[in-house]
Structures are given as C-alpha cells and as structure tokens.
C-alpha cells in the first residue's frame, strides 16, 4: 500500500469535502479582485437584460410579436396568399380536365363502335336490298351519295378545322308537358334590341340550369339569352323554350342537319346531303326531310314563343357535311355550288308555309375567315352561300381565339373578327351576332382578349352588334397529333373572370339596364322597331374607354 495521503484524506484532515471551496486559502488581494469581477457581471447581465434587441447595424429591433408589417410585406402577403389560391384552383381544375378527358375518350370510343355497328347494319341491308332504285326520291339520294367524297375526314392545316370535336347537344326523348306558358317579346322586338344580349352555350342548359347559374354568379353577370344544340334526329322541344321565356332568356337553337351524336368533322353522312334534304321540286321529288321539318314548324307554332334558329352553322368551313367545297374545290358529301342557299331557303319556306315564321329569328353565322384555309377565306365564298335578305334576320360569327395561333395573332379582337366583320357588312345590312365564341388559356392571353373584345364594343361603328353568345366549355382535341385541352369556360382563371365581368358591366358595351341605347338602325340601315327590354345586369360603378383595337392585318 502506498504511503501517499489520498485526496479524501486530505479533505478529511482539513475537516471538509474534497469538492467544497477552497476560497479561505486566497489571498487578500485575489478576494478583492474575485468580487470585482462577480460586481462586473452582475452590471452586465442588467444591462443587456433592461436594453431592446438590437439588429446587426445597431438599430433597435422591435419584438417579432408586436411588430407592423410594411406595406411592401402586406403587398407580398396577399400575392403569396392570391399565388396558393391559384395553385389551389388550377389543381382542381386539373383533376376536372382528366376526368373530363377519361369521361370523353371512352365516349368516343363507345360512339366509334355504335357507328362501326351501324355501318355493318345498313352495308348488310344494302347488300340484301340490292343497288336499284324503284322511286325517283330514292334515285337522287343514291345519286348524291354516290358522288360523296370518299374520305371521312377533310385532311386539312393545324387550327383550319372545328374548335370543338362536338357539340353538347339537347337530351334524347320528347318534350315534357308545358303547363304554363311565359310571356315573351315579339319578333320584331328580339331583332332589334336596344341592349346588348349575353348568352351562354352550357353543357345542359336549357334543360337544367344548373351549370349556367353557376357561371353566371361567379363572373356577377345577368345573361339574356341561352343556347343549345340540336341534330335533325331530335324533335322540337317546347319544355326547353318555355324554360328560357320563364327566366326572360332568348332561346337560341342551333340546328344541324344531321345526327346529334354525329363529330364535328365526319364529312360523309350521305343521308344527310343537301341535294337529299332538298329533294327535286321541278320533278315534284319532295326532300328527303320536308315531314320532319313540317312538323317541326307546326309544333313551333303550337307552343307560340318566340326562338333564334341558328341553322347549319359555320358552313364556309370544310369540317361540316352540308358545307359545299373542300380548300381543294371537291365537293362535301355530294353537295354541290349553290346548294347550300337552296337548302336555307327550302327551310324558311316550309316554316313561312306552316304559320311559323313570325316565332323564328333566323341567324346565318359562318365561322371568322382567319381560320379557314386561304382558298376559302375570299370574300365570294361567303357571299355564295347567303341565300338572301328576305331569309335571314341575323348574321352572326363564330370565332374564337385558340391554339395553334396563327402569325399575327395579336389576340385582339380586330384580328379575330375585323376581316370577318367587313364581309358580313359587304354582304348584308343586318344586325350581328357573335353567335358563338370563346377563348382558350393556353398561351395566356385569354384576359386580353376578352378585355379587347368589351372595348370593342364600346366604338360605335361596332353598334350593329346586337350581342353575344360565349361557349361555356371545356373541350379536348387533337392538335398536330397531340391532345389539347381548351377551357373556354368565362370562369377557366380568376383574370379571366375578371374581364369578363369588368367588360360586361362596362356600361359603354351596352350590356346593362340603363346604358345608352343601341344605334343599331344608324349602323345598319334596317327598320326600326319597339325596344326589347332584356333582364337586367348589375351595372359598374364606373368605366373609361381603352383606346380602340389595332387594325386587322
């Protein structure tokens, strides 16, 4: 064992702990500089205890739970706050877009095999009947089929054919009871309004309004008419107009000759050739549609309001089997130049001849010429296809701003319409319909046209104008071999919306009770009749005047 005291020891001899303090050993001096020190952090601690934060440049800095933010951080408070409620938007809106895409490619798949059924069907029935003909009706319909172009679908430039695949069309199955009818304005009144009409195309309206009072309250609108879409397969549905007239909203029918189900760009549907609607009246041939179209009219002038028939739409297009020519100058499903004329006259007669003719606008609307290939954008096309004043109450445009954009598109509205409108004006001293229109978000211009479109609207050489008609949809389609989705829908983006609402309560468009009243007999002479007073609109406190559009290049 070692002889070396241990440090408990040596704590016990000096009768304490080894760790207790062994300050009694210090110096006098070393006590007086020991508290010296002690006195000096105790003035330290109260100094920074009692002092305010102070940043790294000196300047005090106010405690993070009283502090004010500056404006510049409230300004970037609400876009961060208006950033996550975009990203919020656009997500939903996304899962809508793929649920809409999954929902309308099974459609087209289920519509490819319901035709593909039906082709074998009427092949098996023709083969079984045989190729003769015993009546002089049967034999034109088989010579116009006969002379049909033999490619389904015109092979045509990106962005020259339909902005819409298809239609969204009226449900199947009769009309339900009409119990009671609304009042209505008269005809003269609808054609020569001194507002404004806004009208909305829906997916279901104006069968279930469901859609398009939803739209309506999220962009702050009052719309005045509503649109649909309806083959020559459907009968005349009274419960659909009575629906319009009881909320005060203009019906506006736009009528295809041919199936509902039918897609915008099927070329070939012989059955439903303008030479076959319109038979052969010098030989006494009757067209191949008159019964229908008769009763048609009769049941028009049963019920006894007053609708807009937009008929054959868009008809110096290449993408519609009663339009006449392809850019190359074949013809489209056995139709032939001036076939078209004859046929719109046909129909007006047959419905003057039924008593129906004093319930019906008729709207003649082409699609804007931007759009078309070059050798269908010359101004004798259309006027080969007007069939005359005494047949027509409107002219109207369908145009929209879409992708792939064409060079010079400067997505206003003098570039859209501007040549457009100069044809329409050359042929015809109408009132015009923007009868069917919207644009798309890709790109995102879509506010700026929209905003172009309402100040348009406030020049008056744009008073013949009598309203509008946005297509309130979101559509996929294939564009140089890719799937594209336009959201032309008013509430596709909060900008949007925004525009849109600012431009309709802009009380210089015209669109609102109280604004100043259309010159539109001073802008196209026609004669004036009694003021048609629409549903009112929330006017805007105030507005000023952009200046005017660019000139159409």
Request: proline letters at 8%; aromatic letters at 8%; a negative charge.
């Amino acid at each position: 064992m070692s002889d070396r005291r241990t440090l408990s020891e040596s704590a016990a001899a000096l009768g304490r702990a080894w760790w207790a303090p062994t300050i009694g050993r210090l110096t006098a001096r070393g006590r007086v500089l020991t508290a010296a020190v002690a006195a000096a952090l105790v003035v330290v601690a109260l100094t920074v205890w009692n002092t305010p934060d102070v940043s790294a440049t000196g300047h005090p800095v106010a405690a993070a739970a009283t502090a004010t933010p500056s404006t510049e951080e409230r300004r970037l408070a609400r876009e961060l706050a208006a950033a996550r409620e975009d990203l919020a938007e656009s997500r939903a809106q996304s899962r809508g877009l793929r649920e809409t895409l999954g929902k309308e490619q099974a459609a087209r798949l289920k519509g490819e095999q319901e035709a593909a059924a039906a082709q074998g069907e009427a092949a098996a029935k023709k083969a079984a009947a045989g190729t003769g003909s015993s009546t002089g009706g049967s034999s034109a319909r088989s010579g116009a089929a006969g002379s049909a172009s033999s490619t389904k679908k015109a092979a045509r430039e990106p962005g020259t054919g339909p902005a819409n695949t298809r239609n969204p069309t009226q449900p199947a199955g009769p009309a339900a009871p009409v119990t009671r009818r609304p009042t209505a304005p008269s005809k003269a009144e609808l054609v020569n309004p001194t507002r404004r009409q806004l009208g909305l195309y829906t997916a279901q309206a104006p069968f279930s309004f469901a859609t398009f009072d939803d739209v309506a309250a999220k962009a702050g609108i009052t719309p005045t008419t509503v649109g649909w879409f309806s083959g020559w397969d459907k009968p005349f549905r009274a419960d659909a107009v009575t629906a319009a007239w009881t909320r005060g909203l203009m019906p506006l029918l736009t009528w295809e000759s041919h199936p509902s189900d039918a897609p915008n760009d099927e070329l070939d549907q012989p059955a439903y050739s303008l030479p076959v609607v319109l038979g052969d009246p010098a030989a006494g041939v009757p067209g191949a549609y008159d019964a229908y179209l008769r009763q048609y009219a009769r049941d028009v002038v049963a019920l006894g309001l007053p609708l807009g028939i937009r008929l054959d739409h868009e008809m110096n297009g290449d993408w519609y089997p009663w339009a006449e020519r392809t850019q190359t100058g074949e013809p489209i499903n056995g139709n032939r130049v001036g076939d078209y004329a004859a046929m719109w006259r046909h129909v007006h007669d047959i419905f003057e001849q039924e008593g129906a003719g004093d319930l019906v606008v008729w709207v003649w609307a082409p699609n804007i010429v931007n759009n078309l290939p070059a050798s269908l954008q010359a101004p004798g096309v259309l006027e080969g296809l007007y069939p005359g004043d005494e047949y027509v109450d409107w002219v109207g445009l369908s145009g929209y701003n879409r992708p792939p954009y064409r060079a010079g598109n400067d997505s206003t509205f003098a570039w859209t319409f501007g040549r457009s409108l100069d044809q329409l004006r050359a042929i015809a001293d109408k009132p015009i319909l923007l009868a069917e229109i919207g644009a798309s978000e890709v790109g995102g211009t879509k506010p700026q046209w929209i905003a172009s479109l309402f100040e348009a609207l406030t020049l008056p050489e744009n008073d013949d104008i009598v309203g509008l008609a946005w297509f309130n949809l979101t559509v996929t389609s294939t564009v140089r071999g890719e799937l594209v989705t336009n959201d032309w829908r008013i509430d596709s983006r909060r900008a949007s919306t925004e525009a849109f609402t600012a431009g309709t309560t802009n009380p210089l468009a015209r669109f609102v009770e109280g604004s100043t009243p259309l010159d539109a007999a001073g802008a196209a002479a026609r004669p004036a009749a009694a003021p048609v007073h629409a549903p009112s609109a929330s006017p805007a406190a105030s507005a000023t005047v952009s200046t005017a559009p660019r000139e159409n290049p």
